[in-house]
């Protein structure tokens, strides 16, 4: 009875190697695609980074007087475009 029954096939270190090697070639194939993507996200951040590096020149360039005046004339301009919702 016991004859009938499938021995279980044994692993070998060859197969066994090779199981290896194709999972670590799947791996591979996914880090590389990983390194892709990080190389594209490192571009944007790089560009971001440059346009933050002029916004604080921008900003950096302006003196306070200046931004308060730029304030109110803001605040002006709100209140115009008040009245003439008012008014329409």
Do not use: C
């Amino acid at each position: 009875m016991e004859d009938s029954k499938k021995q279980p096939k044994r692993m070998t270190l060859d197969h066994l190697a090779g199981m290896m090697t194709r999972r670590f070639d799947g791996v591979d194939k996914r880090l590389d695609a990983v390194d892709a993507r990080l190389g594209s996200v490192e571009g944007r951040l790089s560009a971001v980074e440059h346009t933050v590096g002029e916004v604080r020149e921008i900003v950096g360039n302006l003196e306070e007087g200046e931004v308060l005046d730029l304030q109110k004339r803001v605040q002006t301009l709100e209140r115009s475009v008040k009245a003439l919702a008012k008014a329409g």
